[in-house]
């Protein structure tokens, strides 16, 4: 179902070649001055095509799949930018790689949309580049399975994607809300939008092994809880099987998950649609909560 305003739609290149073009030179060439014959290329009649057009029928966003399986020419007019374009555009494509019964999709993200399309599942792997003098992120999802997770930016991203993705309820098992992950700003901008976005019904449960350690630090997830007290909820574990658990986890209510094996490392994995996987998680973390105690200390930290 598209959102009111505009409509994506599934598109043949040489059906559509002018209103492609048209939304991808005024993006790329005239905006953001890429060379008009490296915007060009021979792979637009072998791809997949979603166009994006308002009510009017006008060109106002585009996005293509290559041969090769990757996401490319994401573009969208800036009138139109902020207000569910993009993202429309992206799960066009990614339900079109899926009906191709594709394995995994790759970009090159431009750094300014990296956290954009870490919300969407994408994970960065490798070091940052330049193309058309613009820096770039190599990003890839998995369609058929886990993403493994293998650096701290991974991981950042896994969080990203799993707020985005919660429907109501989020849950995170941290041994001590994790500065490198926690402290991340877009990290905590997921967070804040997922708390702020649906009208009071999150909620955002949060386990931890170190309760001290959080508050000692003035982690900056606190003063944020303490202004949403009703979507925040602490508790620290105490039965000691509990407190030696290795490993940390998230888990959302939309059948996605980040597992780390070992809680004081990055690696491990995430999907967002393993409904077996994500049931167990939250089985074992409610289990958990309901034998832990509630962290009435952070309600009064004075931050």
Not at 71 to 77: S, Y
Not at 169 to 194: G, H, K, Q, T, W
């Amino acid at each position: 179902m598209n959102p009111p305003g505009f409509r994506v739609e599934a598109v043949e290149f040489a059906r559509q070649r002018e209103d492609l073009l048209q939304v991808r030179e005024t993006v790329f060439v005239q905006e953001q001055h890429v060379p008009l014959e490296e915007e060009r290329d021979a792979l637009d009649p072998l791809c997949h095509h979603v166009l994006a057009r308002d009510d009017a029928g006008h060109p106002i966003g585009t996005g293509r799949l290559t041969p090769e399986h990757r996401v490319g020419r994401m573009a969208v007019l800036r009138e139109w930018r902020g207000r569910g374009v993009g993202d429309a555009l992206l799960a066009a494509l990614l339900d079109q790689a899926r009906r191709q019964r594709w394995s995994e999709l790759t970009l090159n993200a431009q750094v300014s949309a990296e956290n954009f399309y870490a919300r969407h599942g994408f994970v960065p792997y490798g070091p940052r580049f330049h193309e058309a003098g613009i820096e770039h992120q190599a990003m890839r999802r998995r369609l058929d399975g886990a993403t493994a997770i293998e650096d701290q930016a991974g991981a950042r991203a896994a969080l990203q994607a799993l707020a985005n993705g919660t429907r109501r309820r989020l849950c995170l098992y941290s041994r001590d809300l994790e500065p490198a992950l926690f402290d991340a700003p877009e990290v905590l901008d997921a967070l804040r939008r997922l708390a702020t976005r649906a009208a009071g019904t999150a909620e955002i449960r949060v386990l931890l092994q170190d309760a001290g350690t959080p508050q000692r630090r003035l982690a900056p997830l606190l003063p944020l809880a303490q202004r949403l007290p009703s979507v925040f909820l602490f508790r620290e574990v105490h039965d000691p099987v509990d407190r030696n658990y290795p490993s940390a986890y998230a888990v959302n209510d939309a059948d996605g998950y980040y597992f780390r094996t070992l809680g004081h490392r990055f690696d491990g994995e995430a999907d967002l649609d393993a409904a077996g996987r994500a049931r167990q998680l939250r089985d074992e973390f409610a289990q958990v909560w309901e034998r832990s105690r509630p962290c009435t200390e952070y309600r009064a930290l004075g931050l």
